[in-house]
């Protein structure tokens, strides 16, 4: 097994199967290796130049000022002024940092119907811009240019490879970690921070139903969104091992990046990750939680009754 501090382990090395093979899904979804990334926490929580009373203060204070002279539409500018209101101010860092060079770009119909797609967006960290096609996709990528950090890969000592944090996915040349975990996660943000909470939605929606069942063993909700902000994915790991062991909780990784990358979905996997994860449920022995993990799941085959299998129990 190669070590962490020559090469980067990736869990996309092992998630590259037929999409008919589940067998094979499960065989690789042990990441032993994935335990010594997860150690591996360049940009964490207790930042010490965050935790300073005049950097936190300054951030929504600045953004406004930065928002007056850019000559973004009016209707952007708004959902932006949105996300102000909507999160606090010590989240903001990156987003202070990424929104003064922001480059926009907006797809025509033409190019989303080539892609056949019903939204198309995308945020690129190397030339900082957004391309969007309504405002849906960009307050989706909104929050990934909010969550994204470029760092030199100084414990690799390759300092001209970067490694690139957004929110909870790290990039490493080609390689992406947590890349489900994250868009699950950045959807269900934006959901609830842009449409009222109404999490039905065509994008990333397994994930983001997902998501909203992990997010339960989190006593504070609050602390779940600070960690997207400050790319601390160790934070999810440690929040679910309290719970769960490390192959379960590499199995729903496994799950998470399987299904934002692959349609149609098996309604078999889906199946399997959504009793997975409210098996872990189960395990804080809370009433309450166990009950909205059940809520969370007749939601989502309420409005997906096509993937639902009928129990033979």
Not at 106 to 123: C, E, M, P, R, T
Not at 170 to 194: A, C
Not at 235 to 240: E, G, K
Not at 258 to 283: G, M, Q, R
Request: hydrophobic share 30%; glycine share 2%; net charge positive.
């Amino acid at each position: 097994m190669t070590k962490v501090d020559k090469q980067l382990p990736t869990i996309l090395d092992d998630l590259k199967v037929s999409v008919n093979d589940k067998n094979e899904i499960k065989r690789k979804a042990d990441y032993r290796q994935m335990n010594n990334l997860l150690k591996v926490s360049m940009y964490k929580t207790n930042n010490p130049v965050l935790s300073t009373p005049k950097v936190r203060d300054y951030l929504k204070p600045n953004i406004v000022k930065i928002l007056e002279y850019k000559n973004f539409p009016s209707d952007l500018k708004e959902i932006i002024y949105n996300l102000l209101v909507e999160t606090a101010n010590d989240n903001l860092y990156l987003c202070n940092k990424n929104i003064q060079n922001l480059k926009l770009k907006k797809v025509s119909d033409s190019k989303v119907a080539l892609f056949n797609k019903s939204i198309v967006g995308s945020y690129n960290p190397k030339s900082n811009q957004i391309i969007y096609n309504d405002n849906n996709s960009f307050s989706h990528e909104l929050l990934h240019m909010s969550s994204t950090t470029t760092l030199t890969n100084d414990f690799l000592n390759k300092k001209d490879v970067p490694v690139i944090f957004s929110g909870f996915e790290r990039m490493y040349k080609n390689q992406e970690q947590f890349k489900g975990l994250n868009e699950g996660y950045t959807e269900l943000l934006n959901r609830r921070k842009f449409f009222e909470g109404d999490y039905n939605t065509n994008s990333y929606s397994t994930n983001v139903y997902l998501l909203r069942i992990l997010e339960l063993l989190e006593e504070n909700k609050e602390d779940f969104e600070k960690a997207y902000f400050y790319n601390n994915t160790e934070f999810v790991y440690n929040t679910f091992r309290k719970y769960g062991s490390s192959k379960e909780f590499f199995t729903l990784m496994t799950y998470l990046d399987f299904f934002s990358d692959t349609k149609p979905y098996i309604k078999e996997e889906v199946n399997e990750a959504i009793d997975l994860a409210n098996e872990i449920i189960k395990h804080t022995d809370d009433r309450n939680k166990i009950d909205s993990a059940q809520n969370i799941t007749d939601e989502y085959f309420k409005n997906h009754p096509k993937m639902k299998i009928k129990k033979l129990y």
